[in-house]
Structure formats: structure tokens, C-alpha cells
């Protein structure tokens, strides 16, 4: 009797714990598609970034990109961000800018929206330590509410951990 319980608990537990996973595993390359059809230009670093140098803002200024989980501006997409610094002054002195941060679709929307900020903040940090005004400059988090990239592939995903900077609405 007291091992048909305890099995019984077991057999619960597993199942409990087997259901409790807030992360889905990444989808393997190649599956799915997105607005791009079904491959994204660029490649994905070892650690989640994207590697492409195609994504480009609504306002013409190329976007950051990061690795998963991450809100530190690596090297390459700092010099992304140095090589529009003057196309951001610009768009600065005609009023104020808007730094954007986003996810993939991976985690909570709480985590998500944290992340999307923490992105947006290090690309605004850049911009203030170069000579942009912080009064210039708003930054919100979309989260994982606007992707750029549909399908459900590593390397869309990739697409969609970026901050972009644009005009302020």
C-alpha cells in the first residue's frame, strides 16, 4: 500500500514538474517562415544575436541587435551604432528621438517588457555618452508585441532581440 502512494506521488510530481517550463526550446533553423520568406539574411552568433547587417529603422538608422537574455551593447553593434551617429544628431535637433527595445517571443511579457527596456536604456546610454542630450531622447519597451519577423526559426528570432531608434511620435 505504501508503495502504490508513493509512486502515485511520483507519478504527480513528474507531471507537475514537467508542466511548469516557462521557456519553450528554440526551433532549429529552417522551419517556419516570416516576412522575409523562409530563411532571414545574416546568421545568428553562438550566443542568440543576430549577425546580419540588413535591419535598418523606420527612420533609416540601423538597428542593434542582441544576444538572447542579453541587454549589453556588444562591440559590432556598437560600431552600428557610431557609424549613424550623425544621422541620429540629425533627427535629434529636428526633435526628439525614440529608442525602441524588443524581444522574441520567448519568456514572460513582465521579462519581456524588462528586457525590451534595459535594451532600449544601454542603446540610450550610447547615445548620451556621444553627445546626444538625454532630453532628446524617450525609450520604451515593446516587449515581444513587435516583431519584425514572424516565422518561427532561430534566426527570425534573432531579428526580433533589437532596439531601434527612431523619430519620436
Same mark, same amino acid.
Given at each position: 500500500?505504501?508503495?502504490?502512494?508513493?509512486?502515485?506521488?511520483?507519478?504527480?510530481?513528474?507531471?507537475?514538474?514537467?508542466?511548469?517550463?516557462?521557456?519553450?526550446?528554440?526551433?532549429?533553423?529552417?522551419?517556419?517562415?516570416?516576412? !522575409?520568406?523562409?530563411? @532571414?539574411?545574416?546568421?545568428?552568433?553562438?550566443?542568440?544575436?543576430?549577425?546580419?547587417?540588413?535591419?535598418?529603422? /523606420?527612420?533609416?538608422?540601423?538597428?542593434?541587435?542582441?544576444?538572447?537574455?542579453?541587454?549589453? @551593447?556588444?562591440?559590432?553593434?556598437?560600431?552600428?551604432?557610431?557609424?549613424?551617429?550623425?544621422?541620429?544628431?540629425?533627427?535629434?535637433?529636428?526633435?526628439?528621438?525614440?529608442?525602441?527595445? %524588443?524581444?522574441?517571443?520567448?519568456?514572460?511579457?513582465? !521579462?519581456?517588457? =524588462?528586457?525590451?527596456?534595459?535594451? /532600449?536604456?544601454?542603446?540610450?546610454?550610447?547615445? @548620451? %555618452?556621444?553627445?546626444?542630450?538625454?532630453?532628446?531622447?524617450?525609450?520604451?519597451?515593446?516587449?515581444?508585441?513587435?516583431? @519584425?519577423?514572424?516565422?518561427?526559426?532561430?534566426?527570425?528570432?534573432?531579428? %526580433?532581440?533589437? =532596439?531601434?531608434? %527612431?523619430? /519620436?511620435?
Amino acid at each position: 500500500m505504501k508503495i502504490n502512494t508513493l509512486l502515485a506521488g511520483l507519478g504527480v510530481a513528474a507531471l507537475l514538474l514537467s508542466g511548469c517550463s516557462q521557456k519553450a526550446p528554440e526551433p532549429q533553423p529552417g522551419t517556419g517562415g516570416s516576412q !522575409y520568406g523562409t530563411e @532571414v539574411p545574416g546568421g545568428i552568433s553562438s550566443t542568440g544575436k543576430y549577425t546580419g547587417t540588413d535591419g535598418i529603422s /523606420a527612420s533609416g538608422i540601423k538597428m542593434v541587435y542582441f544576444s538572447t537574455d542579453r541587454y549589453d @551593447v556588444e562591440g559590432d553593434q556598437l560600431q552600428r551604432i557610431l557609424s549613424d551617429l550623425p544621422k541620429i544628431k540629425r533627427l535629434a535637433a529636428q526633435g526628439k528621438i525614440r529608442v525602441e527595445g %524588443n524581444c522574441d517571443e520567448f519568456g514572460t511579457d513582465e !521579462y519581456n517588457h =524588462a528586457l525590451g527596456l534595459k535594451r /532600449a536604456k544601454a542603446v540610450k546610454s550610447i547615445l @548620451v %555618452n556621444n553627445g546626444i542630450p538625454a532630453s532628446k531622447i524617450d525609450v520604451v519597451s515593446y516587449g515581444e508585441s513587435n516583431p @519584425v519577423c514572424t516565422g518561427h526559426t532561430a534566426p527570425c528570432h534573432a531579428k %526580433n532581440r533589437r =532596439a531601434e531608434i %527612431n523619430r /519620436a511620435r
